[in-house]
């Protein structure tokens, strides 16, 4: 398995971790938090929300606060910058080029960021325990580290062909 491949699976995996666990009150809200969606129990009954209700829910003035308002603009950014992400490690594996995967560093790490922020804002009142955040991190990290493989012998033909030099 080629290293575009193992960084892709790990880009999808992503999106199946739970990143947080949350509690507010005395035990009177628990939260599991992934990075598309967050599953709520509370006494009123059990929930789950999506990430873009979470923006609905500060429009329509039901999300007060300004911790609580940037832990859902956190999380929201932190999800679309992990999706943009995974778009640019699919792009360079479909296109078999592994210059994408730093650029695709940085937006991984970057969600990383976002979604520990978010859990620092949803700390208010209770306690959070960041568990996927720092694995996003590291591969974040781990993307970046990553070499890039020489290109195709095709690109350097060409170059050889339009420079006469090779």
């Not at 005395?26 to 939260?31: A, E, N």
Request: glycine share 10%.
């Amino acid at each position: 398995m080629d290293n575009k491949k193992i960084l892709l699976f790990i880009q999808v995996i992503l999106l199946l971790i739970p990143l947080n666990v949350y509690m507010w009150g005395d035990w009177m809200l628990v939260s599991v938090q992934w990075a598309l969606f967050r599953y709520q129990q509370s006494p009123i009954g059990s929930s789950l929300i999506l990430g873009y209700k979470d923006i609905l829910y500060i429009v329509q003035g039901q999300t007060t606060g300004i911790s609580n308002i940037l832990a859902a603009l956190f999380w929201t950014i932190g999800s679309v910058l992990l999706l943009i992400g995974l778009i640019i490690t699919l792009f360079g594996w479909v296109n078999e080029r592994s210059v994408f995967i730093k650029t695709a560093s940085f937006f991984t790490f970057g969600g990383g960021v976002l979604f520990l922020l978010s859990a620092l804002g949803r700390f208010m009142g209770g306690f959070s325990i960041p568990l996927g955040v720092p694995l996003i991190l590291l591969i974040g990290w781990w993307m970046y580290q990553q070499k890039s493989e020489p290109e195709d012998d095709e690109d350097a033909s060409l170059d050889e062909k339009t420079t006469g030099i090779g």
